[in-house]
DNA sequence: GGCGATTTGTCACACAACTGTCACGGGTTC
DNA sequence: GAACCCGTGACAGTTGTGTGACAAATCGCC
């Protein structure tokens, strides 16, 4: 969020954070760029008035080498600052004050779109109740923390990034064992023990499902 | 756009065929929908307040199968409404009366990030109220996904991809079993297990049909 | 550096699902 | 009416998947 009034910043980021984001601020331009390039957000808010670059020049800027999805949140109601600033390259406006429940949802329909793209290799992916922090190196399923396994980890950061697609048990054993050959069985046996974790009834898989012939995958 | 004010209909219509759009209306969610299906629009405008299906039942089922961009152009500015037809799969929503300028750039602004979508929009097929999927290995029957094990999977999408034509049983063995010998009466069996599952009476199929002499086709 | 605990990979068995073949019967064509 | 085409149910053989057991490897902790 690149947003120079202290009190706005900090009354959105306690909202979005209750929310489930983790939020990373900066007051000015500059510092929100920067930031952006030392550890990218996922998704940026910007405000329009901002002392020194203004809000426009930010978003090109932010535009310029990244396809990161961005909200404008602004005090200026007026046709032309919309259509400027989406003609920067933003992707929604909204005018404050701002309805939390309407931001909120307005980000997930951003998130839900731009996700469909190239594969961004987001550190927080979100299927259903499962909240994977890859960074983090952790899983929260309903809030809950999940202690899996190095190899459990990595299995499940790799379908939940392809959610909704089937990976083949070859697919796997490359990506998640760096394998290009060996038993495949291999695969079975671990989704088995993700299963026992990740699933209220790992008799009938609801969020880990294998489709038989194919191999497995997480629906969305 | 699905609208049911003729006035407005008719305005917007003249003001985005202005700005360089095709632009196809429907007065009702019904034959909105069934025009989707004929023939899709790239992004579809659509008001909430409609005669029979209303507009958030229709966002919901045009996104059932498909990833088209949905805008809602209402006159409810209620944040209730906004979240409600955000979370049944809209992309944007505009409070009437909108500006035409604003209109357009949220439309530019959509279109562009959209357009950077679908990793592979080839690999899903959609024949009448049944949609193919082939990345996530699942065909949808009216937004239900169906069972189909993977001979059934690769003959259905073998059809599909056909639509239209009719393919001999020859060529559906050679392509979907890499036989180019065989009992062709295997076709037969496997036509027929299909159909339990994609038809609606079995006994007088629709979706696939027979070609008597020839083979099988399903019909666009 | 050693030791117990955990994790990992292999294997084998059991079971369920799928496949291909066949035979019968109804319908169609000539 | 005969020849042919097609739908379908039954069935046995095959394939794919889940899972428990076990030994090797690795990790965490003094």
Redo the contacts with the bound molecule.
């Keep these: 969020m690149i947003e120079d009034d202290d009190r706005i910043r900090l009354s959105l980021t306690l909202a979005l954070e209750d929310e489930g984001y983790t939020v990373h601020t900066a007051a000015t331009a500059e510092e929100g760029l920067l930031r952006q390039q030392r550890e990218p957000a996922d998704t940026v808010l910007v405000d329009l008035m901002l002392p020194g670059i203004d809000g426009f020049q930010c978003i090109r800027e932010l535009r310029r080498d990244d396809d990161v999805p961005i909200v404008v949140v602004s005090a200026r109601e007026d046709t032309h600052d919309i259509v400027a600033a989406l003609e920067a390259g933003a992707d929604d406006y909204l005018v404050k004050p701002v309805a939390m429940k309407e931001l909120s949802a307005r980000l997930r329909a951003l998130r839900r779109r731009a996700r469909t793209g190239p594969a961004a290799p987001a550190d927080q992916l979100r299927i259903g109740d499962l909240n994977v922090r890859a960074q983090a190196g952790e899983v929260l399923l309903r809030g809950q923390p999940l ?7 990595r299995l499940l950061c790799e379908l939940a990034e392809h959610a909704g697609q089937v990976l083949s ?1 070859q697919q796997l054993l490359e990506r998640v ?1 760096e394998y290009d050959f ?5 695969v ?6 993700l ?2 974790k990740i699933e209220d009834d ?2 009938t ?1 609801a969020r880990l ?8 995958k997480m629906p969305r």
């Design positions: 202690a899996l396994t190095r190899t459990e980890f048990r064992w060996g038993d495949e069985r291999l079975d046996v671990h989704v088995g023990r299963r026992q790992p008799g898989p499902v294998t489709v038989r012939g194919l191999g497995y």
